[in-house]
Structures are given as structure tokens and as C-alpha cells.
T-cell receptor, first 111, second 115 residues
């Protein structure tokens, strides 16, 4: 059973600080990694994807991947109240075109 | 483009009733997916399709059926609804390029309650 684990939170971060969200996965063959943001009552929307080891930056967001440790993280710099949401980590394998989702981490940014 | 659309937005069913959740996409994506999301949980894959006429089971297929007669539409059928099927249902689609799993785009969801 392929598993993706996230700390369900809630994670509380002051406005302007860095929020750090973590995810581990069990399948060593995993090749694609996604972070989705989900506001309450809404559908998941893609924040970032990463395929290679290292860091990938997009604006205030940085995704970090360490395949040896089977670990992927999302950093949100200069956190804003609008970043308050549940963040879902999703992991994909080779060729199967299926994603396995973690249970999500609920993030609250305090003004 | 409307992207991925789902109908209805909300539905209440009685135990034993049946219904079809509709999903359509206008992005010419060949892959489509159905997920359910229980409160405070992640998404569980119910069924997916790699193209018209081809479907396969996901992690939690029991109690559901699907068909894919066109590229655009991927309806999910619930037969003999049970309280355990109370959930939010999301449809998604993707257009894989290369060998890795590609980004999936989600519809707005259908909130289903079975009483």
C-alpha cells in the first residue's frame, strides 16, 4: 500500500513568518510530487509540482524534494492570512498517472 | 474554457436510492478521475479512465460504477446508496506528457449526504 503522510495540524504561524509543511512517502519509485491548496468547502488547486531533488521556487513558495529520505516539503515565505487553508501533498509514480494524497495539513496564519 | 465541471453541487439521498454524478471537461484531457473526500481527510481514488471506453478501479471502488463513452464526460453512478457514501466527490482530469504523473485539475465538487 503506497502511503503519503502529513501532519494534520493545525499549524499556526504568525503573519509574515515562514510556514513549513512536510510530507513523507513510502514508495521509492515515486517520481512526481505536488502541493495542492484547499480552502474550506472548495476544491484542491495546484500550488507547485516538483520532479527533481532540490529546491524549486515560485514567488513566496518553495518546494523541496529529497528522494533519498523520501521527503518533500513546502515553505511559504511572508505568510499572509489568505494562505490559511489545508495543504495536500500528492505523490505520483512512473507511468501510472495516479496520485496518492496525504490527509492534508491545516494551516492558520494569525494576523 | 470552463475546465472541469460537476453537477449537482449538493444532493441528499435516502438509503437505497441511486444517482449519477456528472463530470465534464473541455480541455481535451484523456485522463479523468473520481475521488471522494471525507471530513478532515485526503482524497481517495474511486475510479479513473485513461480514455474513452477504458476505465479502471482505484482504491475505494465498492458501491460505485463508471463509464466513459466520450473524451469529455465521465459520470459516476452510485447504486443502493449507503450512509458510508456520505462524502464530497471530486472529479479531476489530466493530460500526461512524458512518463511521470502529471498535474490533475479538479472540478468544484459534489457534496452528497445519504440519510
Amino acid at each position: 500500500q503506497k502511503e503519503v503522510e502529513q501532519n494534520s495540524g493545525p499549524l499556526s504561524v504568525p503573519e509574515g513568518a515562514i510556514a513549513s509543511l512536510n510530507c513523507t512517502y513510502s514508495d521509492r519509485g515515486s517520481q512526481s510530487f505536488f502541493w495542492y491548496r484547499q480552502y474550506s468547502g472548495k476544491s484542491p488547486e495546484l500550488i507547485m509540482f516538483i520532479y527533481s531533488n532540490g529546491d524549486k521556487e515560485d514567488g513566496r513558495f518553495t518546494a523541496q524534494l529529497n528522494k533519498a529520505s523520501q521527503y518533500v516539503s513546502l515553505l511559504i515565505r511572508d505568510s499572509q492570512p489568505s494562505d490559511s487553508a489545508t495543504y495536500l501533498c500528492a505523490v505520483g509514480g512512473r507511468g501510472a498517472q495516479k496520485l496518492v494524497f496525504g490527509q492534508g495539513t491545516r494551516l492558520t496564519i494569525n494576523p | 474554457n470552463a475546465g472541469v465541471t460537476q453537477t449537482p453541487k449538493f444532493r441528499i439521498l435516502k438509503i437505497g436510492q441511486s444517482m449519477t454524478l456528472q463530470c465534464a471537461q473541455d480541455m481535451n484531457h484523456n485522463y479523468m478521475y473520481w475521488y471522494r473526500q471525507d471530513p478532515g481527510m485526503g482524497l481517495k481514488l474511486i475510479y479513473y479512465s485513461v480514455g474513452a471506453g477504458i476505465t479502471d478501479k482505484g482504491e475505494v471502488p465498492n458501491g460505485y460504477n463508471v463509464s466513459r463513452s466520450t473524451t469529455e464526460d465521465f459520470p459516476l453512478r452510485l447504486e443502493l446508496a449507503a450512509p458510508s457514501q456520505t462524502s464530497v466527490y471530486f472529479c479531476a482530469s489530466s493530460y500526461p506528457r512524458g512518463g511521470v504523473t502529471d498535474t490533475q485539475y479538479f472540478g468544484p465538487g459534489t457534496r452528497l449526504t445519504v440519510l
